[in-house]
């Protein structure tokens, strides 16, 4: 006897396919993307003071996008090693964005990021991050 798929069991596999898309988007706030997820830098507030926190509990994967939203010139976002990011220093090579609309594709592993504008990170505006 073979097994045929009827209209209920084509709906009821839908609805959990739609449960489970929607779990994935909900968890830790990213938007899921076939290649990663979009992560807006400090939600609604942006990269602002005070951010260092934001990261913690979010399930980071290597290949989703940081997005860093600010008023350009005001502030900047530099990628620096964990020695910078404690010292809050700049020193060899470091990349810097200053869009004020800036995308990060986050490579496995921790990532530290700044504000260089003077006072910016020694007054909270930068975060640290870990990829799966």
Known sequence: ????????TNKILAAFLFVLVFARYEEGGGVCKAD???WPVGDSAGWTFGVMGWPNFKPFMAGDV???HYKPGM???VQ?????YALCQLSGNVTMWSSGND???LASGM???ISCMPGDCERGMKISVTAR
């Open 36 to 38: 990663g997820r979009v």
């Open 75 to 77: 502030h900047n976002v």
């Open 66 to 68: 940081l997005v860093f």
């Open 1 to 8: 006897m073979a097994w045929r798929s009827s209209t209920g």
């Open 111 to 113: 990532s530290f990021f």
């Open 103 to 105: 995308r990060v594709t």
């Open 80 to 84: 620096v090693g964990s020695v910078q």
